[in-house]
């Protein structure tokens, strides 16, 4: 008889315990999705132990809670320091800021590599990787910019060809995306953002990974996390007028004036580049995969026990804090 998926997480989790390595470890456990993940998973009880480069700035994010292990991924010996007694690892370390975009191979690439080399030694099993939502070369090679995502591409195919107890993630953008392009009633979008994209909220990337790394029985899946319903960014204004009831009105600048900026800047600030990137990606999300994005959700609910938080109500949230 086939086992149901709570009945397995709390075996596989039981399993764990007596092996006395019960503790699950996150690499970028203070970053935007990983401190969700770590909040759900006190909240499941469960142990875990955050790797981050300042211990007095993590214990502001993640609380007293959790164990704190000081290092730095690109440095040598953290990492197989950093792995003693954990039974489980999540990798959501990301380079994508204005400080770290120098070093983006070192942290996304070669530490991702080298915590796998040693939990290997380690004979850690369970491995849980977040990455982009679909990773397709072709989308990227023909919009020129295949180096955006070459780093995780690279990464899910050595994960695939490795022996561990693996789950990859396809992370959709977090909803927050609508809202850091609105102000003062005006949404602002460099090149429009006319295609419908799949967005999630952090809480439910917190809960979902949560859920994901407790079980055992999601090995050499790929799982996207979405929210119900792909938006387009005049459909994301639109709905945050009929809700809030005042006109937010969408404007489209062109993209090329970012790409002309980023040029500029390249030399001083590479991230800007990074950025015009992401914003030329999201201009052409393929719309066959925004389509299925009520299918992948539909998946999510039927694999996991959870409530989502729907962009309605990410956006009531925001009008009751007077934030919109
Ligand atoms: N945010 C999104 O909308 C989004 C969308 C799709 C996919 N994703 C994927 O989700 C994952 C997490 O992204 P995020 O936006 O949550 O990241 P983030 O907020 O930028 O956080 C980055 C994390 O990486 C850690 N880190 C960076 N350099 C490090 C180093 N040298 N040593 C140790 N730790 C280091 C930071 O820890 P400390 O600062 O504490 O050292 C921090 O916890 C990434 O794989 C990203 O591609 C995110």
């Not at 397995?8 to 993940?37: H, L, P, S």
């Not at 991924?73 to 690892?89: H, Q, R, W």
Request: hydrophobic share 40%.
């Amino acid at each position: 008889m086939k086992e149901c998926p709570q009945v397995a997480a709390v075996r596989y989790t039981e399993e764990r315990n007596m092996k006395n390595n019960n503790q699950i470890i996150i690499y970028g456990g203070t970053g935007f999705y990983g401190q969700k993940v770590v909040e759900k998973l006190i909240e499941k009880g469960q142990a875990v132990k955050v790797v981050t480069r300042n211990s007095e700035n993590a214990k502001k994010i993640v609380g007293d809670k959790v164990e704190l292990f000081q290092g730095d991924v690109t440095e040598k010996g953290t990492i197989e320091k950093s792995l003693k007694n954990t039974g489980a690892i999540v990798i959501c370390l990301s380079a994508m800021s204005n400080k770290l975009i120098r070093k983006i191979k070192e942290i996304e690439r070669d530490a991702v590599l080298e915590i796998m080399e040693e939990a290997k030694k380690a004979n850690i099993s369970r491995l849980v990787y977040m990455s982009g939502y679909e990773m397709r070369k072709k989308v990227l090679d023909d919009l020129k910019i295949p180096e955006f995502g070459a780093i995780k591409i690279e990464i899910e195919e050595k994960i695939r060809q490795s022996a561990f107890n693996w789950t990859i993630l396809g992370d959709s953008p977090a909803s927050e995306i609508f809202f850091a392009f609105t102000n003062r009633g005006r949404m602002i979008v460099p090149g429009g953002g006319f295609n419908a994209i799949p967005t999630i909220s952090p809480e439910d990337v917190g809960e979902l990974t949560a859920q994901i790394v407790l079980r055992n029985d999601l090995n050499g899946k790929r799982i996207k996390l979405t929210g119900p319903k792909a938006y387009s960014f005049p459909d994301a204004a639109k709905l945050m007028t009929e809700i809030s009831g005042n006109k937010i009105k969408h404007i489209a600048i062109p993209l090329f004036l970012i790409n002309v900026v980023s040029f500029i800047l390249l030399p001083f600030s590479p991230f800007v580049r990074y950025l015009y990137k992401s914003l030329k990606l999201l201009n052409n999300f393929p719309k066959d995969l925004a389509e299925d994005v009520p299918n992948a959700h539909k998946l999510l609910r039927e694999l996991f026990d959870y409530q989502p938080v729907t962009l309605e109500m990410e956006i009531n949230r925001r009008i009751n804090e007077n934030n919109l």
